[in-house]
DNA sequence: CAGTGGTCTAGACCACTGG
DNA sequence: CAGTGGTCTAGACCACTGC
């Protein structure tokens, strides 16, 4: 019998089979999403959790094994789970793909940030159909240049939906110090949780040239980053050029 | 008790300590590695496992779980589980992260293919390195030019160590539909198992604008790919170039 | 030491495939 | 229908953390 208050899925034209721990991933999910634990918190152990939704420990445990293997949660042996967090220095920069040439990715972490522009208007259909939102609502547009020893390296463009980031300032951005994402999740209490990036190469205009100190018509890494917080809501449009004659973009296939 | 056979991983300097369903899973590896089942087979059940290793069904379950993580295995509800391959409509050209603006995904499976080039030579140094070979051994070069809708897209080099590919030769490459990693595994033996890639825009020189019918010096993205076998074993080197006008890399971040 | 996640077992039952 | 993978349970014990 074990949960009468959980579906049991069984329908009549559809099948539609949900096992247990689907379900028990599904709820902790919803706590996630309804900001019940926070980035960096310890969730409720998996005793706990087994007693609240009156569940097998195994069962609690397949959920959050999912929930670990897709990066929302954290387990940590003899200490808890946690929810993940783009603050700490292990998951730092984890959807930076850019790495120096001579293969120190740990560089990309004294990175340093000039912030170029940083207005609200009102979205372009383009960016607006991107992130989800009626052409003309208010957006947030963030322009910035990332130098690496004191080279300018990335040029970008991102955009962001003027509602959940309302009070997003140019000096919030310049004052704080680490990842863009984890003041996110501090300030705004959005997560980004997963994004998809194209890229293409292109020749640098006079604008971008300029901004990253190459000539004109220089070959650049162009990347647009989609990303999305939980229940695939796209909260960011990320539009980079990437200089690549000292750095490149590592990609692992699997 | 269980398995008296296994390493139990208690030393003293170092703990070491290795679950058993780990043991299980590199034993399951060596089999693999040592071709007892080919890819497409059904390897046995998990019960014949058990039975076989001395161990709980569990256990065996644990470890063909990350194998099948890994892209190694692939389970198959009620039928068994069988050896990944590059050979099936599913997992086709699993490597290739290229797609056009349109989103058709499916269009890459009917490429077009043309082998510009095919010759074995004693190793440069730089390839040599990457495939873990001493400079002078004999490798095979492999130059192609793939084409999408009638437009030349990606051009190749193709680099693979000599001895494991002796008798590749040109025809086999035309003659072939399927995809190269499909046959690298039916007449060579080697499956490969995951890559890395390093990615930079470039211009143009005048032999590859030739070839992807482009002006000198057009943007074009630089994909350097290494790709292993079972063990972390580099067994190909590939070096393209992307026209990016239509098409984009596309990743995914998680 | 108590509390956490991690491993392992044994057994029951379910869902899916194919003969 | 038998055989396979998939789910769920209950309980024991291990490894790790911090008080």
């Known amino acids: 019998m074990g949960l009468p208050a959980l579906a049991d ?10 096992p247990l721990y689907q379900q028990i991933k599904s709820l902790i999910l919803q706590s996630l999403q309804a900001g019940e634990w926070k980035p960096g918190d310890a969730i409720p152990s998996e005793m706990e959790l ?10 609690v445990r397949k959920a959050i094994d999912e929930l670990a293997a897709e990066h929302l949660l954290v387990r940590r042996q003899g200490k808890g789970t946690f929810v993940a967090t783009h603050a700490e220095q292990h998951t730092q920069f984890r959807f930076l793909r850019l790495e120096p040439d001579s293969g120190d990715r740990a560089s990309v972490g004294s990175a340093q940030r000039h912030i170029v522009q940083c207005r609200r208007l009102r979205a372009p259909v383009d960016i607006a159909h ?3 939102l009626r052409s003309g609502e208010s957006v947030l547009q963030v322009r910035r240049v990332l130098s690496f020893q004191q080279q300018p390296t990335i040029l970008e463009d991102i955009w962001l939906p003027g509602g ?3 009070g ?5 951005l310049t004052q704080d110090q680490g990842p863009m994402y984890a003041l996110f999740e501090s300030q705004f209490g959005v997560r980004m949780v997963r994004a998809d990036e194209k890229i293409k190469a292109v020749a640098a205009d006079s604008a971008a040239a300029a901004q990253l100190q190459v000539p004109d018509g220089a070959p650049l890494l162009s990347v647009e980053r989609l990303a999305y917080t939980y229940n ?3 909260m960011e449009l990320r539009r980079g050029l990437y200089r690549t004659d000292h750095h490149h973009y590592h990609n692992q296939l699997s």
């Open 168 to 172: 997003l300032t140019a000096s919030a």
């Open 232 to 234: 695939d809501v796209p």
């Open 50 to 59: 087994a007693g609240r939704f009156r569940v097998s420990q195994g069962a």
């Open 164 to 166: 959940p980031f309302k």
């Open 9 to 18: 899925g069984q329908g009549v034209a559809t099948p539609a089979f949900s």
């Open 130 to 132: 991107a992130l989800g």
